[in-house]
C-alpha cells in the first residue's frame, strides 16, 4: 500500500517570555525517513494517480541540493517506479560523487539528464515536454518541487482535528503548495503565515491559484537574501535551536521560518497568549551539501 502514514508529532518548544506566546513545532520531518514531511505529502497522490495511470516511470526536475528530487528518488525506490531527473546545471554531470543529494538519489536508481540554466528556464512550455518524451518514452511529470492540485490534497491533511486549537499555522514557502494545502484545510479563525524561502512576491499570486481562503500572509523578511543563501547568524540560531531542543532544522527552509517566528515574538508581533504552530517541512538531507559550501566559505558548520 502506498504511503501507509506514520503520525507526525506536535512537540513543544519550551519557549514563553513576556509576551506569554506558546511555540510548537508539528514534526513533519519524522514521517518518513528519506521522503521527508511536505515531500511525503506532496508525493502521496501523485504516486496513486501514476499508478491508476499504469506509469512505470516518474520525472521530475530540481537543482542540485534539490529535497525534491532525493525524494523522488527514494519514493520511487520504495514504490517500484523508474525515476529521471532533469537536473539544473551541465557543470554537474562529473560531480555526483561529491554532490550528496545527487549521490544518494543515483543511489537509489534515479537517472539523470543534466541541462544548461538556459534550458532548464524553457521546461514547463509544452515543445519541451514533448522533446522529453520523445527522449524518455511513457512517463508521469511531477512538476519542479512537486507542488500541482494533487500535491495540495496532500499538503491539506497535514492539519488534524488535534491542529484547530492554535491560533496561528506558519510553514516555510518554496513552490508554494504546502501553503496552500494547510490554507484550505484551516479554520477561518486561524491565520497562515508563510516565510518563503526565495525573494521576491511573485509567491502570491501561485499560491491564490490553489488557496480557497484569505486567512493567509507572506512575511518576506527572513530569506537571509535568497534561495540557499545563509550567514553566520542563522547558522548560529539552528546550531543554538538544536543544542537547547534536541530538533534539527534545515538551512534553506526551516531554520530561516523558525528563526523568522522567534524575531516575530520578540518583536511583539504576536498578542500575548498567542498558540503558534510551526509546520517542520523536513528538508534535513540538504545540511551535508550545505556543510560543504560552507566549509569552502570557511564559516561555522551546522552541527
Known sequence: MIFSLNKSVNQYVNFLNSSNVEIYIKREDAIHSFVSGNKYRKLKYNLLEAKQLNKNTLLTFGGAYSNHIAAVASAGKEFGFKTIGIIRGEELTSKIESNPTLKFAQQNGMEFKFISREEYKLKTLESSNKQLEVEFDDFYLIPEGGTN???????????????????????????????????????????????????????????????????????????????????????????????????????????????????????????????????????????????????????????
Open 149 to 303: 492540485s494533487l500535491a495540495i490534497k496532500g499538503c491539506e491533511e497535514i492539519l488534524t482535528d488535534v491542529d484547530f486549537d492554535y491560533d496561528y499555522i506558519c510553514c516555510s514557502v518554496g513552490t508554494g503548495g504546502t501553503i496552500s494545502g494547510l490554507i484550505n484545510s484551516s479554520k477561518l479563525n486561524q491565520k497562515i503565515i508563510g516565510f518563503p524561502a526565495l525573494k521576491g512576491d511573485f509567491l502570491q499570486e501561485e499560491i491564490s491559484k490553489f488557496a480557497t481562503k484569505s486567512n493567509w500572509e507572506l512575511v518576506t523578511d527572513y530569506n537571509f537574501g535568497g534561495y540557499a543563501k545563509i550567514n553566520e547568524k542563522l547558522i548560529s540560531f539552528i546550531n543554538q535551536f538544536k543544542k537547547e531542543n534536541n530538533i534539527p532544522l534545515d538551512p534553506v527552509y526551516t531554520g530561516k521560518m523558525m528563526y523568522g517566528i522567534f524575531d516575530l515574538v520578540n518583536k511583539g508581533h504576536f498578542p500575548k497568549g498567542s498558540k503558534i504552530l510551526a509546520i517542520h517541512t523536513g528538508g534535513l538531507q540538504g545540511i551535508e551539501g550545505m556543510n560543504k559550501t560552507l566549509k569552502q566559505k570557511q564559516l561555522p558548520l551546522i552541527r
